[in-house]
């Protein structure tokens, strides 16, 4: 069964930093590229970052450019997204997801995980 | 950025009715189109890729279509599971960006 479990969410001040992981489980993590998205309280869904599989390439939604990084250990199977300069605007639930694909090569968000609260609050 | 416009914001419905959610986009996504059901509390579900693609275990009420920049998401005979705030992504050029949702509440 696929699995996707982050974790490291919490409470932070506004310019502070927090680190979220996401580990994947029942399928071979290192085949596949992975995305935050995240959604604010009562908002809707707002894509983060992607990544793909071998880490080589990366992407960055324009609003958290030069202080997000994302990252992946696929020895570990385990995505990251290392979070700075932390505002209010970015307090939200991150989900990571995977990217599945079709044997038409056709990429969609297949699983998700539960996500992980981030709140940032003085 | 290609940025996605779903109507209505709000639909009342009863379960065993049809219906229909739209998602127009600001330049053409290619078709490269999915919807996604959110209920409260939960992670998004894919129900369909590229337009028109159920995902695996997806019932056959549901449906999409469309072409250009005007996309339509159909659920044929509303079940009460179905009640949820529905979401259509485009992935046809970067950032990937998402609509911002229909609400389908139950008349």
């Known amino acids: 069964e696929v699995q996707l479990v982050e974790s490291g969410g919490g409470l932070v001040r506004p310019g502070g930093s927090l680190r979220l992981a996401c580990v994947g489980s029942?399928?071979?993590?290192?085949?596949?590229?992975m995305h935050w998205v995240r959604q604010a309280p009562g908002k809707g869904l707002e894509y983060v970052s992607g990544?793909?599989?071998?880490?080589?390439?990366?992407y960055y939604v324009n609003s958290v450019k030069d202080r997000f990084t994302i990252s992946r250990d696929n020895s570990k199977n385990t995505l990251y997204l290392q979070m700075g300069s932390l505002r209010t605007e970015d307090m939200a639930v991150y989900y990571c997801?995977?990217?599945?694909?079709?044997?038409?090569?056709?990429?969609?968000?297949?699983?998700w995980g539960q996500g992980t609260l981030v709140t940032v609050s003085s | 950025e290609i940025v996605l416009t779903q109507s209505p914001a709000t639909l009342s419905l009863s379960p065993g009715e049809r219906a229909t959610l739209s998602c127009r986009a600001s330049?053409?996504?290619?078709?490269?189109l999915a919807w996604f059901q959110q209920k409260s509390g939960q992670a998004p579900r894919l129900l369909i890729y590229?337009?028109?693609h159920r995902a695996t275990g997806i019932p056959a009420r549901f449906s999409g279509s469309g072409s250009g920049t005007d996309f339509t998401l159909t659920i044929s005979s509303l079940e009460p599971e179905d009640f949820a705030v529905y979401y259509c992504?485009?992935?046809?050029?970067?950032?990937?960006?998402f609509g911002q949702g229909t609400r389908l509440e139950i008349k």
């Open positions: 997801a995977r990217d599945g694909r079709d044997d038409n090569g056709y990429y969609f968000n297949d699983y």
């Open positions: 029942g399928f071979t993590f290192s085949r596949f590229s």
């Open positions: 990544i793909s599989s071998n880490g080589g390439t990366t």
């Open positions: 330049q053409s996504p290619s078709g490269n």
């Open positions: 590229n337009t028109s």
């Open positions: 992504q485009q992935r046809a050029g970067w950032p990937i960006t």
